[in-house]
C-alpha cells in the first residue's frame, strides 16, 4: 500500500476566556485584570512517508502553551475537541478511515494501530482525547500574576500499515480561562488612611488650630454614595481593590462618612495607626470591616481617648502578629470584649493595654493564648479600675520581656498613674505561664497595693516584686497568682 499521501493534522484554536467581572470602564486606578496566551505548533502534522520503511508509526509531539495572566483567582488551561467527535477523520468522505482516540490511560507503547491521545509532558500515561462535552483541564493556576508560564502537551500517535492514504484531520480548541473571584473592596493600610482621614479634617472651615484629628467625633458608614458637593476623597488600596471605598468629613456633625458599594471591606495586611491619635473621636463604626487578612494592627486605636464603647465582635486576628499599642490611651473606655479574639501569631503584646484608666472589664476568650509572643511589656500597665484579671489561657514560654507588665507608675517608677487609686486584687492564671530565667522582668507591680495572690501573699511595697512572683501563689513560694476555679 503506498502511504506517501497520507498526512495526518490536527489543527489548534486558541480561545481567551476572561471573567465577566473584568470592568473596562473604570476610571480609578483600581485593580485591572489582564489575560493573553498563545500556542505554537499551531498546525501539527505527521507526514505519510515515515510509513514506507516502518509497519507502524508511534510519534509524539509536542504543544507548548505560554500564558501570562494577572488575576487574583489565576487561571486555567482547558483543552477539548472542537465536537464531540475525537477522532482524526480521513477528509476523504468516500473514504471512511479514522485515528481513533485511545479509551483509557496508557503509555504510547500501548497504543493499538490507529489510534491517539495526549498527556501533559510531566505525565507518564496517555489520556484519551477530551471532547466538548468533556473537556479536560490540563492546568489550574492560582498564582495572581504570571508571565509566559507554560503548559507543555504531548500528542501521542500509532499508525498502522493498514492505514489508506489522505489527510487526517481535527480541531483542538485550547481555552485559557481567567478563575472567577469576588471582588472586594481594599482598604488602603492604616498610615496612609490616616493621613487621609487627617487631611479631611484639616480642610475643614471650623479648624483654625490646623491638626485635622481634632475636628472629627464619629466615624460612620453612609448607606448612600457621596455627592459631588460633599468632596469626597478615594481611601482604597488602588493596586488590590476592585470597588473605590469613598470617605468625606461633614462639618454639621462633625462625622466623617465612608462608603463602598460592597457591604464588606477588606482593611490591608498593614493596618497600623489607622485611628492613632485621633483624641476627639467618640464612636467607630466598624461592623462591616472584614480583618481576615490583617498582619499589624500595632497602634490602630492608640490615643482615641475620648472612645467609651468599641465592638470588636467581627474582628478575625487569627493572621495578626503585631499588637503593640493596640488600645494604648483609650483613656476613657468603659470596657473591653476580646472574647473572639485569636492571638497565636501575634509576637508583641507590648502596652497593649496600657493607659486603659477607664476600664472596668478586659475579657479575653480562649484563643488569646499569646504563645508565639516574645514581648509583653507594660501590657496591662497603668490599668486602673480593673478589679480581676483573668489570664489563665495564656502561655508565656515564649515571652522574653515582661518589664511594666502591670505596673502602675511611669517610666520612671515614680509617679502613680492611677491617682484615685488602684482596683486590681486577683489575677487568675495557670501553669501555662511561665517565666524563662532570661526574660526582661522590671518594675512588674508598681502601685500594685490592692493586689494579692491565691493564699493573701504581697509585698508591703510592690515595686520590690521580682519575676519569681509572676506564678500562682501556694505556701512556700509566693506569688501574685490566683489558680482560677
Not at 201 to 214: P, Y
Not at 237 to 261: F, Q, R
Request: one cysteine or more.
Amino acid at each position: 500500500m503506498n502511504h506517501k499521501f497520507l498526512k495526518l493534522s490536527s489543527g489548534l484554536a486558541l480561545t481567551l476566556v476572561a471573567a465577566a467581572w473584568l470592568n473596562t470602564k473604570n476610571t480609578s486606578a483600581l485593580y485591572q485584570s489582564s489575560l493573553s496566551a498563545y500556542v505554537d505548533n499551531v498546525k501539527t502534522q505527521v507526514d505519510g512517508d515515515l510509513l514506507l520503511d516502518n509497519p507502524t508509526v508511534k510519534r509524539e509531539m509536542n504543544l507548548n502553551i505560554g500564558v501570562s495572566a494577572k488575576n487574583k483567582s489565576g487561571y486555567k488551561v482547558v483543552v477539548n475537541s472542537k465536537t464531540d467527535n475525537t477522532a482524526l477523520n480521513n477528509s476523504d468522505p468516500a473514504k471512511p478511515d479514522k485515528i481513533e482516540s485511545i479509551t483509557g490511560n496508557q503509555s504510547l507503547n500501548n497504543f493499538t494501530a490507529n489510534t491517539w491521545g495526549y498527556k501533559l509532558s510531566t505525565a507518564t500515561s496517555y489520556s484519551p482525547i477530551p471532547s466538548l462535552s468533556h473537556p479536560a483541564t490540563v492546568a489550574n493556576s492560582s498564582e495572581k500574576e504570571v508571565t509566559n508560564q507554560k503548559t507543555i502537551l504531548n500528542l501521542g500517535i500509532n499508525l498502522g500499515d493498514d492505514l489508506r492514504p489522505g489527510d487526517y484531520i481535527n480541531q483542538l480548541v485550547v481555552s485559557v480561562v481567567a478563575n472567577t473571584y469576588q471582588k472586594e473592596a481594599i482598604m488602603d493600610k492604616g498610615e496612609v488612611f490616616n493621613k487621609a482621614i487627617t487631611y479631611l479634617g484639616k480642610r475643614s472651615s471650623s479648624n483654625f488650630f490646623g491638626h485635622g484629628q481634632e475636628m472629627i467625633e464619629h466615624f460612620r458608614r453612609s448607606a448612600t454614595a457621596p455627592t459631588a458637593g460633599d468632596k469626597p476623597i478615594e481611601i482604597q488600596d488602588n493596586v488590590n481593590s476592585d470597588y473605590t471605598i469613598k470617605a468625606w468629613y461633614k462639618e454639621a456633625d462633625k462625622t466623617v462618612y465612608y462608603y463602598a458599594e460592597t457591604e464588606k471591606i477588606f482593611l490591608a495586611p498593614d493596618s497600623s495607626n489607622m485611628f492613632k491619635n485621633f483624641t476627639h473621636v467618640q464612636d467607630l463604626d466598624l461592623a462591616k470591616f472584614d480583618t481576615s487578612n490583617v498582619v499589624n494592627m500595632a497602634s490602630m486605636f492608640d490615643g482615641t481617648e475620648k472612645v467609651q464603647n468599641l465592638n470588636l465582635a467581627n474582628f478575625d486576628t487569627t493572621r495578626v502578629a503585631n499588637m503593640r499599642n493596640m488600645f494604648s490611651g483609650m483613656t476613657e473606655l468603659a470596657s473591653l470584649d476580646l472574647s473572639n479574639f485569636n492571638t497565636k501569631q501575634v509576637t508583641d503584646a507590648s502596652n497593649l493595654f496600657n493607659n486603659l484608666q477607664a476600664a472596668t472589664e478586659i475579657k479575653l476568650g480562649n484563643n488569646f493564648t499569646l504563645e508565639n509572643a516574645t514581648t509583653l511589656a507594660g501590657m496591662f500597665a497603668n490599668t486602673c479600675k480593673v478589679a480581676s484579671l483573668d489570664l489563665s489561657m495564656l502561655n508565656t514560654s515564649n515571652v522574653r520581656n515582661f518589664s511594666n507588665l502591670f505596673s502602675l507608675t511611669n517610666s520612671g517608677g515614680t509617679t502613680s498613674a492611677c491617682p484615685t487609686g488602684d482596683a486590681l486584687t486577683t489575677i487568675y492564671a495557670s501553669t501555662g505561664f511561665v517565666v524563662d530565667t532570661s526574660a526582661q522582668a522590671e518594675n512588674l507591680f508598681n502601685g500594685r497595693t490592692s493586689l494579692r495572690g491565691g493564699n493573701g501573699a504581697h509585698e508591703t511595697d510592690p515595686a520590690t516584686a521580682d519575676k519569681t512572683w509572676l506564678r500562682i501563689d501556694r505556701p512556700g513560694a509566693p506569688g501574685y497568682f490566683t489558680t482560677k476555679p
